[in-house]
């Protein structure tokens, strides 16, 4: 499992966000607090506090995800 934090302050950003992960073949959950949902799921995407970085678990050991995440990733 890979572990990625991103921030999403936009919505083309959530946008462009789903589209890139719906492309994956792989499960994918973005979690905020105790809050988790299933990161292609653009409404799933919007219950979520996205005023806040929040996590992405990808179920893989691809490092591929990253490189195309890399605009949303923070430190």
Do not use: C, W
């Not at 499960?27 to 996590?55: C, N, Q, T, W």
């Amino acid at each position: 499992m890979k572990q990625y934090k991103i921030e999403l302050p936009l919505i083309n950003d959530i946008k462009d966000f789903v589209n890139i992960v719906s492309k994956q073949n792989y499960h994918i959950e973005a979690e905020s607090g105790r809050y988790k949902v299933d990161a292609k799921s653009i409404m799933g995407l919007f219950s979520l506090d996205l005023s806040k970085p929040i996590k992405i678990n990808a179920y893989t050991n691809d490092d591929k995800l990253k490189e195309e995440l890399s605009r949303f990733l923070v430190a």
